[in-house]
């Protein structure tokens, strides 16, 4: 069922004026994203009519954008990944782990997200990894699945990547299951210093290479003491690094990160109204404890919209990453082999004859099951009214 009010409307209402006021300050990709936003779900895109087989109750249904910046888009491949995720659970603890860039290091990540993004996932992995092979912690391979988020509550540019880590992983030797205390995996002290220095000398590197761009407005960075000037201080201080066991296990985990591996910025149910004021929202206040952590605040459409498209991510950019023992085409063999250390029964294979799942919504009328008996091009409206399923049952083959 359509939101009363979606980030659609706002582009479309908002947005034509948006794109006058910032010509040659937008990517060519900020505005395809736009307008896959603005033409999701409408004729724009073609799509279907659907026809209950029961009560005969018909609704038109257009396609979507597939934009992974959409955020009404990407739900039945946030389900597939979901499930595709589960398959890979262990019989473990897991812990949610989040690695944060200092604000200094975010203005620097907003003008460079391809290399400054990647440098986070590679930082960030490489210190788990280091950290939990190290026999005076964990001395174990672990596995982990990394999914990068660039925003707070309220839209701000804030780059950090969520982590699900099991608790525990296969012996360096390969013989055994190493298993980390229930409610502890690794020291977040020594984590969040090995993810500074490992980011901060290769932050360093990329800039002595020349790969790492400034605006006008920043330009004397491009000079390399000036760059370290403004590095200086986030080597000096501690950077934030979050593990705690999830209390409600690692599907609870998986369901929060699957919300939004195929989403991004906003979901449409916290916007609360759009008039000529802006843009009313709801958002987390996370510096603030109980009820009063729930907050409304109100945005120029504008504001909103440049809010929006600072988290649209590096076309090819991949923000769902997988390390140690999830990664790449070894992640079948290590999930067998842990399984086996564990003393696991392995996971059934999925029956060769499974029908992909039906995420069509059921018959508003009478709950069946709708079929599709007709679909239309981009542009067009399909012909009123469509053919009775009865004529479509008694012509079908």
Wanted: positive net charge.
């Amino acid at each position: 069922m359509r939101s009363s009010l979606e980030v659609a409307d706002i582009f479309c209402a908002a947005g034509p004026a948006y794109r006058v006021a910032h010509a040659g300050h937008l990517s060519l990709y900020q505005l395809k994203v736009m307008t896959a936003v603005e033409n999701c779900r409408t004729a724009a895109l073609g799509g279907h009519v659907e026809a209950c087989e029961d009560c005969g109750h018909w609704r038109i249904a257009y396609n979507s954008c597939r934009n992974r910046h959409c955020p009404k888009c990407q739900g039945a491949a946030a389900r597939t990944w979901l499930a595709e995720r589960e398959a890979d659970l262990l019989p473990v603890g897991y812990f949610h782990v989040v690695f944060t860039l200092p604000a200094e290091i975010a203005a620097i990540a907003w003008q460079n997200k391809a290399v400054v993004y990647d440098l986070l996932f590679k930082a960030a992995s490489e210190t788990m990894l280091t950290i939990a092979a190290d026999p005076k912690h964990l001395g174990a391979r672990i596995g982990i699945t990394a999914v990068l988020h660039t925003w707070g509550s309220a839209m701000t540019h804030h780059p950090h990547v969520h982590m699900i880590v099991p608790g525990g992983g296969i012996a360096l030797d390969g013989m055994r299951w190493i298993s980390s205390r229930p409610a502890f995996l690794l020291p977040v002290r020594v984590l969040g210093a090995l993810f500074r220095r490992l980011f901060v000398t290769r932050l360093i590197a990329l800039h002595d290479a020349g790969r790492l761009f400034f605006g006008s407005e920043n330009s004397e960075l491009a000079g390399r003491q000036a760059f370290l000037r403004l590095i200086a201080p986030v080597r000096k201080k501690r950077w934030v690094v979050y593990a705690k066991a999830p209390f409600a296990g690692p599907q609870a985990v998986l369901a929060y990160l699957s919300r939004y591996t195929h989403r991004v910025a906003i979901s449409n149910r916290r916007l609360i109204a759009f008039d000529e004021r802006g843009v009313t929202m709801r958002y987390k206040d996370y510096r603030r404890d109980g009820l009063d952590r729930q907050r409304v605040m109100t945005l120029a459409a504008d504001e909103f919209i440049r809010r929006f498209l600072l988290h649209v991510l590096p076309r090819g950019f991949h923000r769902i990453r997988h390390y140690g023992l999830l990664a790449g085409s070894a992640r079948k063999d290590a999930i067998a082999r842990a399984r086996a250390l564990l003393h696991v029964a392995p996971a059934p294979p999925p029956p060769d004859d499974e029908e992909p799942p039906d995420y069509r919504p059921p018959c508003p009328c009478c709950g069946g099951h709708m079929v599709v008996i007709e679909t239309f091009v981009r542009w067009q409206q399909p012909r009123a009214p469509p053919r009775p399923l009865k004529l479509v049952r008694e012509i079908a083959p």
